[in-house]
């Protein structure tokens, strides 16, 4: 088979750097003999561009490519109003689903588990009206926990869904396994660090696409590296697609997740204290682990005057 243009063209970076350095440094690559010409001197005044060159080849050979930066734009957004209590305490049950991903820390994920004993069956109260705290807790190994994600967006009566766990690199939430992917992406190559070679591929959205969000108001906390840039555009598409009052709450820089369960724990206690949205956030950001994480707000629904009027009080 004949060899392809393009490594035909790679074929020949290679030899023109090889012969480029041969050059630098005084090597004659044309005679039977490599004449050396003050080799230890040009070498010595060459040292940090012999360096450069050396990894450009090494990176060359290897396929890598520089890592990129995710866009971060909206770090120091802080949003106005609340969330929309009301509605989410209306039918007396406060439903809130909390999926694990795939490869995250079992000390983190028991860490939460007395916190959820406690508050599983509190009732709280919204404007008079009691509501009784339901949490469910998903993890990988639960039984087919990419279903059980799909299937509590898309049921009305579930008020958050909380995922904490990788971002894939932008593929889409992992479950079961590290290729067991809720693909939600928006669209943008994907390198994927887990193999070597890096793999690359599209970070497309059918999953997403296929799931009917319900005309209920909830919240979707995306809690995974760099969620905002990599999920924002795909799934506020969705929500106005299905037309669905979603709030989607997302996440700058990459997330340490050994600590996840202290801020899922701030969350849901700023939700059953009826917290707005800045206050919310300043706790969210206000946990420092090894890095710093801003929460991002940009709700797409916004109630009435009318219907937001009585203030929320908890008994």
């Known amino acids: 088979a004949k060899p392809s243009l ?9 030899v023109s750097c090889i012969i480029f350095i041969f050059k630098l440094f005084g090597l004659d690559c044309r005679k039977s003999k490599y004449i050396m010409t003050s080799w230890l001197q040009r070498v010595k005044k060459h040292r940090y561009l012999l360096f450069f060159l050396a990894m450009g080849v090494i990176f060359f050979l290897n396929g890598a490519r520089p890592k990129k930066e995710p866009l971060r734009t909206h770090s120091h957004f802080v949003p106005k109003g609340r969330p929309w209590y009301e509605a989410m305490f209306s039918d007396g049950i406060l439903r809130i689903g909390v999926f694990w991903g795939w490869d995250h820390p079992r000390e983190t994920i028991e860490s939460a588990f007395p916190a959820f004993d406690i508050l599983n069956g509190k009732a709280v109260y919204c404007n008079g009206k009691k509501a009784v705290i339901e949490i469910g807790n998903i993890t990988q190994v639960s039984k087919n926990p990419l279903e059980l994600f799909k299937a509590a967006l898309e049921d009305p009566s579930i008020d958050v ?8 690199y932008g593929g889409g939430m992992a479950f079961a396994e590290r290729d067991d992917i809720f693909r939600s992406g928006n669209g943008e190559i994907v390198e994927d660090r887990h193999t070597k070679p890096f793999q690359y591929f599209q970070a497309t959205s059918e999953d997403l696409d296929s799931t009917k969000f319900p005309q209920s108001y909830r919240i979707v906390l995306l ?22 009052p979603i709030d989607l ?3 700058e820089f990459p997330v340490y997740n050994l600590y996840d369960h202290i801020r899922i724990l701030n969350f849901i206690q700023d939700l059953i204290t009826f917290e707005n949205w800045k206050t919310i956030k300043t706790h969210y950001d206000s946990e420092v682990h090894k890095r710093k994480n801003r929460l991002v707000m940009a709700p797409i629904f916004s109630p009435s005057p009318e219907t937001v009027a009585a203030s929320p009080k908890e008994e």
């Open 6 to 14: 393009k490594k035909v063209r790679k074929f020949t970076k290679i």
């Open 161 to 168: 869904v909380i995922y904490s766990g990788h971002a894939r």
């Open 223 to 244: 809690n995974c590296c760099d969620s905002e840039a990599h999920f924002r555009k795909s799934w506020t598409r969705r929500f106005k697609e299905c037309g669905a």
């Open 249 to 251: 709450l997302t996440v």
